[in-house]
């Protein structure tokens, strides 16, 4: 493969929600509003705590993003799932990156950790990915552990996620 990106910025991201950025059958992120950041300010094979590769995002926070009116009335706060489905989605996005086939599917988490919420005052979100260990062959499986800053201070903790890559014909939900 030629020399991969290191960063992508909102377009790029949108161009691998259609479909076009791995090619067809392969890791792709979800389209708005379901993709929870705006760019990929860093992407690495190698790096992170792990040594095994990293990815950064970020995500500028508006009082008006859809999630607020919802969660909870009265009280608007960002589902904490949704900071989780976007470090799920960078480390699909990684495995996509390397060049490895098939469709991504989260497929779980060893734990997480909530110590406050992201609320419609807040600026901007920076996620973080450290992959732990990357599985080829079948199954192509990334495990990593992941966190989420709030304006520079890190309230979610992540441990042991895991995301797989699907071929057509292997299944997948």
Not at 152 to 158: L, P, Q
Request: charged share 25%; proline share 5%; glycine share 16%.
């Amino acid at each position: 493969m030629a020399e991969r990106k290191s960063r992508f910025e909102y377009e790029e991201l949108l161009a691998c929600g259609r479909g076009e950025l791995f090619g067809a059958g392969n890791a792709q992120l979800p389209l708005p509003p379901m993709l929870m950041f705006d760019r990929i300010s860093e992407i690495a094979e190698t790096g992170g705590v792990h040594g095994k590769g990293v990815v950064r995002a970020e995500f500028e926070i508006n009082p008006d993003l859809w999630f607020f009116g919802c969660h909870f009335k009265g009280d608007p706060v960002m589902p904490g799932c949704l900071g989780l489905d976007a470090l799920w989605q960078m480390t699909g996005f990684f495995l996509g990156w390397l060049g490895l086939p098939g469709r991504g599917r989260a497929l779980g988490v060893g734990e997480v950790k909530f110590t406050d919420m992201v609320v419609p005052t807040v600026k901007k979100i920076i996620y973080g990915v450290d992959i732990k260990r990357i599985f080829r062959g079948k199954l192509n499986l990334a495990i990593a552990d992941g966190w989420l800053e709030s304006d520079g201070k890190r309230i979610y903790e992540v441990a042991n996620m895991r995301v797989g890559l699907f071929g057509a014909t292997a299944g997948g939900a």
